[in-house]
Each structure stands twice: as C-alpha cells, then as structure tokens.
C-alpha cells in the first residue's frame, strides 16, 4: 500500500482507460454521489467510466444523473472473477473490505487506489488517499476535480451528485463533521449548478409504505443504561419491502438523554446491519468488534446473526462503551 497526496490519486486515476467506481454495500447518498460525480468527470476527460454496486441502490437518488446507468450485481447469485474488464477500481467512502463482490468482478489483479474520509481504512488497497477530517467523500471529490481542472472541471450534473453526497453525510450541515471548507465546497458546487432546495425537497419526499414502516419502527423503540443507549430493531418481515430506512435512527437519537442510539435490521433472514450514532462517543470502536468501522460518532457493521441475537450483543458491547466512559 503506497499513501499519496489527493492530486497524485487523481492523477494516478487518469492514467487509466478504463476505470470501475465503486463504494460501500448499503450505498448512502454520500457513496453514491461522489461515484457518480467521479465518473461524470473521468467520462468528460474521454476515459471509460462505470461505477458498479454489489447491493441494491436506494431510489431515494434516482434523481441524480447517472443513476440509471449504475451496475448492480447484488442480484446475481454467481459472478465469474474477472469478468468485468477494467484497468483500475476506485473505491471511495470505504474499505476493500466492504464492497461485496465489485473487487472479485473485475478482478483482484486489477490496480486499486482507495480514496476514503473513514479512520477504521484497512490500508489494503493499491493506493491509499484517507482522510477522516473530511465530512464527506463527496467533499473529497470535489476538492480532487478542482485541484486537477479548476472550478471549470464542474458541470451541472457533478455538481448536483457531489452536493448531494455532502448534504447527507452532515445532515444537511448540521453535523459536528461541517467545517468551514464543507460549507466553501457547497458554496462551489451551488455556483456550478446544484439546487439546493430541488436536491433538499427530493430528498426529503417519502413513499406511504415507508412512512407505515417508521410508525411501527418506532414502537420497538427500548431504551438501555439509564436512558444513555436507544434503539430501535426491525425484523425482516417490517423491513423487507421497503426500499430505505435511511433516518429511522434519528428518532431515538434525539432523545435527550440518549448518548448512543443504535439501529439493528434483518436484512436478511439471519443476518443484521447495525447503525450506530453518538453525542460524543466512539461507536467505530463497536462496529469494528463486529468487523465494521466508521466515524467516531457514525459507524456501522454486519451481524451474521438472527435479530435477538445480533441485538443481545450489539446493545452489550455499547453498554460496556457507554458505562466504560462513565466510569472515567
């Protein structure tokens, strides 16, 4: 693994022909955005660009162009190694350890450059740009495109993707993460096009069957230790056909005794994802126990377990953070 400068990722990405982006499985807006706002970009400097997800995209973005475009092979039971040419994957906003079968698809030979803002980085890829001080990847990406084509490298369409990705990854700026040069970013990428208020009002829009889901989410809400941990769990059966549960975890989080709210979901039969927020606490020290990582206050991780199971543990490990701070 080399570590380089943001601009020698970026150059190291256009000395490529023909490039596959990707990011994390359970895409959010920032891992969405910032891929497609990459490949935007390569595609107008003349490279072949494709951005590939191993899960199923939220159609929360479909407003985003590009979105159509996007490769999903969560649905396919086999893939063959290799068998998606590509001279480089760029991953962004994670790890090579949390982008499903995307590095098998187009082989684990292929060059890697990794650009990332999360600490729990495993360090495994080729190339290595990582840095947690930044809010969001989109932000990164922002910064990669200016510093190699100046503010004319923006078009409207990057712009738009970009914004977006910074907007969900500080909570439309309301997050401990933004910081001044998030807020020149945004002011940027609105002078190449973006709109706040379509990107802010499409976002927000909610489908009935999943507003349904939220009111019966919250009535599993629990409160742990005094009142310090809140959570909320979700069988399969409540979640299974509904396209986002993106938000849920605000619910509990903003209880005012709260000081980390966690959200479990059986995305599967037997198999959990965990969110994890705090006020003040290292909840990527709890997702990496369990194989995930994260942010310090934002973090996230996959249990190979039925709900109560994965819950019992989730919410033990958390307690033990919760009360260890206590105790200092």
């Known amino acids: 693994m080399q570590k380089l400068t943001l601009i020698e990722a970026g150059q190291k990405i256009l000395e490529a022909g023909n490039i596959v982006i990707t990011a994390h499985v359970s895409p959010d807006g920032d891992g969405i955005g910032s891929a497609l706002g990459l490949c935007h970009y390569l595609r107008n400097r003349g490279k072949a660009a494709q951005v590939v997800f191993d899960d199923r995209l939220p159609i929360a973005f479909r407003f985003l162009k590009g979105y159509e475009e996007i490769e999903d092979i969560s649905d396919r039971p086999e893939i063959q190694p290799g068998e998606r040419p590509a001279d480089l994957l760029v991953v962004l906003d994670t790890d090579l350890g949390r982008v499903g079968r995307v590095r098998e698809y187009v082989g684990k030979d292929v060059t890697t450059v990794n650009i990332d803002h999360h600490r729990t980085n495993d360090e495994q890829a080729d190339y290595l ?8 990847v989109a932000e990164i990406i922002y910064e990669l495109i200016v510093g190699l084509s100046g503010q004319e490298g923006l078009t409207k369409d990057i712009a738009d993707c970009l914004y977006t990705g910074i907007c ?11 910081r001044p040069a998030t807020h020149r970013a945004a002011a940027a990428l609105v002078e190449a096009g973006a709109e706040p208020s379509v990107i802010s009002e499409t976002l927000d829009a909610r ?35 509904i396209e986002s549960t993106e938000g849920f975890i605000d619910f509990v989080r903003v209880i005012d005794t709260v000081e980390v709210a966690v959200m479990i979901k059986e995305s599967q039969p037997g198999r959990c994802k965990a969110s994890l927020r705090s006020k003040g606490m290292d909840v990527g020290s709890v997702a990496m126990q369990f194989g995930g990582g994260g942010h310090y206050r934002a973090a996230g991780c996959t249990v190979e377990e039925p709900l109560s199971a994965a819950k019992a543990k989730i919410i033990e490990a958390v307690t033990a953070l919760v009360e260890g701070k206590a105790h200092e």
């Open 129 to 136: 740009f990582c840095d947690y001080r930044i809010a969001a």
């Open 207 to 241: 489908p009935a069957d999943r507003q349904r889901a939220l009111a019966a989410a919250v009535q599993t809400m629990e409160l742990f230790a005094d009142g310090k941990i809140g959570g909320i769990f979700l069988p399969y059966e409540l979640v299974k056909d």
């Open 168 to 178: 969900t990854d500080t909570g439309f700026f309301r997050y401990s993460n933004t």
